[in-house]
């Protein structure tokens, strides 16, 4: 069990790690902070050799208990940057690609400022920036924009450490490496072939230790964005005569959020629609910065947030009128940014305090109107039964087809419709439990990186859902880490992996 100092250097005992809403936690057997690959294959070695499993940690913004592992955690913060791709490198026909080889602690902050020095720009994010690039990556975080890629499809190659500690390159059958000129010194496995790509780019660390990843990215844009309020009633309309859904396929960037409970009657919406503008018609001056301003006052102060809270728990009654007011709020908003500036959707504050659950559901006016129209009675009989409200509005995002094979997108274009809470108000879990019982029998698929216990109470669903692509997903699982290295309780107990692996 000894190990070696080049790798007690790097590490702590007794160390606690904690994800960002603190509601996982877990204090493994030794964290380590790897400064390089070589560092991640000696440990995945010892680990091996005495039987231990590895996982990494991103900055821990799953709400989800998707990361830990109580064996070795790997932090990844030290490696970090970003460079463009040597286009020697690649096949003929992808030399001008905008390609680069980012590393695998680089949070998406840090990489959408990196990217501006280059004068490119990540095609599409969520809804903030704290996560790192492959935390993203492996529970599929997403954006909105039906015709925009969510993380695990804007990747081109993917660089991990894999069992034995052999270094892989993982790319489509048709990746951009040229295969006469192998990846750097050769000894880095390149493997060509969609079924190892597409199960490993959203694998919540199944696979390996990623270190790096090549992304595609665009040239640096702008965006307009517009937030308009509308009634329930309408919205229904709109979308059961189709007008909503062709303009959400029109429309670069388009979600709405909605008060769950009514008022007056009817449930208010806020539209939010984004478009890409050219460079020459961005504003200039104080009103560019208007809405980031406002919602990082309102969601960056943890004292107001707490407030809140303790408002909440005292007239939990009051939680539809203070949505309504949120709402409000945005009306007739215009805020003109570069493109990352305009994605982030929220404030500090409330990455620390809220949680939330998401479900997936294919893109049907059908299912969008009884989707909502579900959660408005089941917000209704919370309140009526057991005195819970929940604390903020509904999120309807919209997002392109995937080919990641556990991608809860796959195949078809999806919404999601996310319930963000604040963590602590009365009836929290309870209210995300009843959530996903409703959601999951209506078919919605949670997201991997928000509450979704239920999947494991019921890993039939998993299997159900994903059908013949499990299996072979299952089979790259153990090709890549034939020992279970890389598994963690939540992989075993969604019912991923079918038996337990016999360690060695
Ligand atoms: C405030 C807030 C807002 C959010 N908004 C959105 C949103 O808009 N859209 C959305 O889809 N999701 C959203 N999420 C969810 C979040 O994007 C995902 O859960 C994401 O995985 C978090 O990234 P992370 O770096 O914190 O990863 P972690 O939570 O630390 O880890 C996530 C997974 O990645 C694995 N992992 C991390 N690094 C590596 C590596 N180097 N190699 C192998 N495996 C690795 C971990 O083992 C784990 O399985 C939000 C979460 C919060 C807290």
């Not at 695990?152 to 040229?178: F, H, K, N, S, W």
């Not at 000129?181 to 390996?208: H, K, N, W």
């Not at 790096?212 to 937030?227: A, N, Y």
Request: proline share 4%.
């Amino acid at each position: 069990m000894s190990l070696p100092d080049s790798l007690l250097e790097i590490s702590k005992e007794d160390f606690t790690w904690r994800n960002a809403t603190r509601n996982v936690e877990v204090t493994p057997r030794r964290i380590f902070f790897p400064r390089h690959r070589e560092h991640i294959s000696a440990i995945v070695q010892v680990a091996e050799r005495d039987g231990l499993r590895v996982r990494a940690v991103g900055s821990g913004h799953s709400y989800s208990e998707v990361a830990v592992e109580d064996d070795y955690l790997l932090g990844m913060e030290h490696l970090e940057g970003v460079e463009r791709v040597d286009p020697d490198r690649l096949k003929a026909g992808h030399r001008d690609r905008l390609l680069v080889a980012v590393q695998a602690g680089t949070t998406i902050r840090r990489l959408n400022r990196l990217l501006k020095r280059m004068d490119l720009a990540l095609p599409n994010m969520g809804a903030v920036d704290y996560q790192t690039v492959s935390g993203a990556l492996m529970t599929g975080t997403h954006g909105s924009g039906i015709n925009k890629p969510a993380f695990p499809d804007m990747i081109r190659a993917i660089r991990l450490v894999g069992g034995g500690g052999m270094y892989y390159q993982i790319e489509p059958t048709d990746g951009i490496t040229d295969p006469e000129q192998p990846p750097e010194d050769g000894y880095i496995r390149l493997i060509q072939d969609d079924d190892t790509f597409y199960s490993t780019v959203l694998s919540l660390g199944a696979m390996g230790i990623v270190y790096e990843l090549v992304l595609e990215v665009e040239e640096t844009f702008w965006m307009k964005e517009r937030r308009d309020l509308m009634s329930w009633t309408e919205l229904r309309r709109a979308i059961l005569e189709g007008r909503f859904l062709t303009e959400v396929e029109q429309t670069d960037f388009m979600g709405f959020r909605i008060n769950p409970y009514p008022i007056d009657g009817d449930h208010l919406c806020a539209l939010t629609r984004q478009w890409i503008i050219d460079k020459a018609d961005r504003p200039k001056g104080l009103n560019a910065h208007f809405r980031n301003l406002l919602s990082s006052i309102g969601g960056g102060l943890e004292k107001l947030i707490e407030w809140t809270i303790r408002t909440l728990n005292r007239r939990p009654e009051k939680a539809p009128g203070r949505i309504q007011t949120a709402l409000k709020f945005t009306k007739d908003l215009t805020f003109t940014g570069r493109s990352y500036r305009v994605l982030f959707q929220s404030g500090s504050a409330v990455a620390g305090r809220g949680i939330s659950s998401e479900f997936a559901f294919e893109v049907r006016a059908d299912l969008l109107v009884g989707a909502l129209e579900a959660a408005f009675q089941l917000v209704d009989q919370l309140a009526q039964t057991q005195g819970y409200y929940q604390s903020s509005f509904l999120s309807v995002r919209f997002v392109q087809a995937s080919r990641a094979l556990l991608s809860p997108t796959y195949g078809r274009k999806t919404f999601f419709l996310d319930v963000p809470l604040l963590r602590n108000i009365r009836g929290d879990r309870a209210i995300l439990a009843a959530y996903q019982e409703r959601m999951m029998d209506l078919g919605g698929i949670p997201h991997w990186g928000k509450i979704n216990e239920r999947l494991y109470e019921d890993t039939t669903f998993t299997q159900d859902h994903l059908g013949d692509r499990l299996a072979r997903w299952r089979a790259v699982q153990k090709e890549l880490d034939p020992k279970g290295t890389f598994l963690s309780d939540f992989i075993l107990r969604a019912g991923l992996v079918d038996q337990p692996v016999a360690f060695v």
